[in-house]
């Protein structure tokens, strides 16, 4: 695994997410009740950015990102789209902290 640093860990807020460039690849960061989550920063529907929808545990307890647009919902730890109207997923990544640095493994 290549692991590189995308964000210090002071810059990211609980439920809200942050677009980061990883080895020239848009990735949205979240963080939600103490986990990190990195995945495809655009939605596949319609290329909104993920990283401006609300995150939060959803009434099922997956993590997940609504898009900002049309509200499909991406589970943040497979990517997959779990409702309409994205069908297809988003990319995840691994993620670790590094000292104060969340780092993202895009390989």
Same mark, same amino acid.
């Given at each position: 695994m290549a692991f590189v640093k995308a964000l210090p860990k002071s810059e990211l807020q609980p439920g809200q997410g942050r677009c980061v460039k990883v080895?020239?690849?848009?990735?949205?960061?979240?963080l939600i009740e103490g986990e990190y989550y =990195?995945?495809?920063?655009?939605? $596949?529907? *319609?290329?909104?950015? @993920?990283?401006d929808g609300p995150a939060y545990k959803d009434e099922k307890?997956?993590?997940?990102v609504e898009c900002p647009w049309h509200? =499909?919902?991406f589970d943040l730890k $497979?990517? *997959?789209?779990?409702? @309409?109207?994205?069908?297809?997923?988003?990319?995840?990544?691994?993620?670790?902290?590094?000292?104060?640095?969340?780092?993202?493994?895009?390989?």
């Open positions: 080895n020239d690849k848009a990735i949205a960061l979240f =990195a995945i495809d920063e655009l939605c $596949t529907h *319609a290329d909104a950015s @993920l990283a307890g997956r993590c997940v509200g =499909a919902q $497979t990517g *997959a789209a779990v409702t @309409l109207p994205a069908v297809t997923p988003v990319k995840s990544y691994p993620v670790r902290l590094e000292g104060d640095a969340i780092e993202v493994d895009v390989s």
